[in-house]
């Protein structure tokens, strides 16, 4: 029983993304999945980013949308094998299905994770006091990476230029005063970066690289081209080029791999693996195929020369 939580085994290739790729650029009533057209400015579909989300975690807080990722740790090995006192900053924590598998699985880690929405926050912190029974090397706030910076504590400008900078540990003060912590080993964007309009994801991918120690990672994973969620999506919802907006006004974004290259690229990683992740699910009821796309990554922050 004490291991219950932990994943089963870990798939990724059922199919092959090409096989995809052809179904749906053949199938006419897709058509306006492929066109490539630039409909409404992303940024003005909404007059405040966080509220749509606020209201999301108000409707699923019963706990019955809550569904641990257990299959990250096969994923993202690091987070196990990190050494002591490594340190995770998780971008967008949602309810906590992020990073309780994590807090499960290493005590080596301590979990820095925000969120835009304050409902979000105060789920997490209830999934994870209902699952851990103490719990001493987890830390939330509140932040939109894609408008603002990070706190100062997470990484001091010393320590975004890259200089060398000593600190004598994490604040003793759980409510996160203004001590720098150093800068942090991994950050995740897990279902994070695809709710951020399209024209902000540049910035908000320079704040994480800026708070990361040279050598540190960013484990990503998304939504990837053709996914099945986006198929779903009727013309009117489609308000850029693989970027829609659901009828709650979060916003949902679909990407290529050339997309995710060249956006951390640009921000300065180094490309560590990068693949689509495709699982096939069958609906029994329905007799019908159910294709998924993940767009998996990792990404490193160069040592210093």
């Given at each position: ?5 932990e ?28 066109q ?31 569904k641990?990722r ?85 990484a001091c ?115 560590v ?33």
């Amino acid at each position: 029983m004490e291991k219950r939580w932990e994943a089963g085994e870990y798939h990724s290739k059922d199919f092959e993304w090409e096989f995809l790729k052809n179904l749906v650029e053949n199938d006419p009533s897709l058509s306006h999945h492929i066109q490539e057209q630039r409909l409404v400015d992303s940024s003005s579909s909404s007059s405040s980013d966080s509220k749509p989300w606020q209201c999301f975690h108000s409707r699923h807080s019963s706990g019955k949308f809550f569904k641990e990722r257990r299959y990250l740790l096969k994923e993202f090995p690091e987070l196990l094998l990190c050494g002591e006192n490594s340190k995770l900053l998780e971008v967008g924590c949602g309810n906590g299905s992020t990073v309780l598998p994590v807090l499960r699985g290493s005590k080596n880690i301590t979990v820095y994770a925000c969120d835009c929405s304050s409902e979000a926050l105060l789920r997490t912190k209830e999934n994870i006091n209902r699952a851990i029974a103490t719990v001493d090397n987890f830390h939330s706030f509140s932040c939109d990476f894609s408008t603002s910076a990070f706190p100062n504590w997470v990484a001091c400008h010393h320590c975004r230029q890259n200089q060398h900078c000593y600190h004598s540990g994490e604040s003793d003060d759980t409510s996160l005063n203004e001590r720098c912590i150093g800068g942090v080993d991994f950050v995740t964007l897990i279902f994070t970066l695809s709710a951020v309009p399209k024209e902000r994801m540049p910035r908000a991918i320079k704040e994480c690289f800026a708070v990361l120690k040279p050598g540190g990672l960013l484990l990503f994973r998304d939504y990837g081209l053709y996914d099945m969620t986006m198929l779903r999506f009727e013309p009117e919802k489609c308000i850029g080029f693989r970027e829609y907006v659901r009828s709650d006004g979060t916003l949902s974004y679909f990407f290529c791999l050339d997309t995710v290259k060249r956006l951390f690229t640009d921000a300065g990683f180094i490309e560590v693996e990068l693949e689509n992740c495709c699982v096939k699910a069958v609906n029994r009821r329905k007799n019908k195929n159910m294709y998924r796309v993940w767009v998996h990554g990792k990404f490193q922050k160069p040592f210093l020369k």
